[in-house]
């Protein structure tokens, strides 16, 4: 079939094409016939169109092989675009040639199955409009961190994915057999970033991060991709208003760009437009557990840490996302130093969505007190030497600085309005899951 004049399926839901004859390649999403006329809607990674493959217009053998295609066959067609206002989208194609590149077997996914069996046929699930959606949502969303950061001067810096240390405590780690030792799967590119902004300032990463969270939640996976921020003099205050503008670009990019997306997906466009123009409010820990008391009756006793829970009914009383700061100092990962102003609390801060998607960002100033950190860290039983390095960068030029990482499927599922954050990533990796 001819080359030329080969479009996407969106190129002609534009409305440009009408009356013209046209190429297009993809894959069967539905089809049916009857008599001497087969009914097919066609996908490809732009869309879909609805497509009617008469007897008349071919051959018998192409006739037939359209027949007798089933879904997710692969195929090129040509045809005449007409303006159809009952066809979804509002346009057809009148078949005049069609070649089956690959006839599929029956498709092991039909209607209503089990979120199991769709798990286990990931490899063919990511084919559906809603996760080809999702996937566009999340490509959009990396591309948008990315350019924040380096339209502001910031260098993107890798650490190493092994490394022999802990950042965010030791019980979520994955160990890896290394030769004759032992390391681990990144928890963090903190620890490293902290050693880069001695050279380059403003740095950032996306990378994928392991943790072995041991329950079973609908917001944590044991692999997921974080985007990280380090910088060098800025202090706490500061970077939450990087943070909060950073989800602001986010949100603005995924409204200019997946609109037809975020409508597949049901979301409420106008409520993110507002929210992408809104000023995100801080509080500190101690205000929350108050609206807490106040508004929702619950008493929660200072020092322990905000749940799923207690962050979902805060929530109800904000239309954007929040930044918390000061939690209790005790319960802070061993970097996080103590607010000069209240010293029972660190200068840290989460980002909590709203709608109960709950923390999509955590960051925090950096402790310059090794005395301080060292005692944290015997605290938790963990080798003091692994984290010699680490203090050398408070011994060799100390600066004030501070960074927080931002949680890219908590916000991929945010912004989709996932009830899963297994569906926020093509290949989701749970306590229950490595496969496919
Ligand atoms: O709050 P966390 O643990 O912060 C850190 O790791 C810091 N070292 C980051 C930094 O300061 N550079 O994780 C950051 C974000 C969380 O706010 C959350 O959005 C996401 O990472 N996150 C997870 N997302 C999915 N599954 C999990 N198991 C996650 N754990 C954290
Ligand atoms: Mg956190």
Redesign the pocket.
Known sequence: MAKTNRIKIDDILQGKKTDKIVNIRGWIYRTRSSGNIVFTIIRDSSGTIQTTIKKDNLSDKEFEDAKKALIESSLEIQGTVKKDMRAPGGYELQASKVKIISFAEPFPIVKDQSPEFLLDQRHLWIRSQKLTSIMKIRSTIVGAIHRFFRDKGYYEFDAPVLQPNQ??GGSTLFEVKYYDNKTYLS????LYAEAAVFSLEKIYNMGPTF?A?KSKTS???SE?W?A?M?VAWMDLYAITEIAKEEVKFILKEVLKHNKKDLEILGQDISKLEKISKAKFPTITYTEALKILEGKENMDIKWGKDLRTLEEDKLMKHFETPVVVTNYPLKIMAFYKPSDPIDSETALCF?MIAPEGYG??????QRSLNVDEMTNRLKEMGEKIENYDWYFDLRRYGSIPHS?????V??VVMWICGLDN?KDSIPFPRTILRYKP
Do not use: A, K, P
Not at 187 to 190: F, M
Not at 403 to 407: A, W
């Open positions: 950042c965010e928890q963090s590119w903190q943790r969270e917001r944590h996976l997921f974080m990280e380090e989460d923390e999509i960002v955590g960051g925090s960074g927080y990482g931002l949680g499927e908590r954050i």
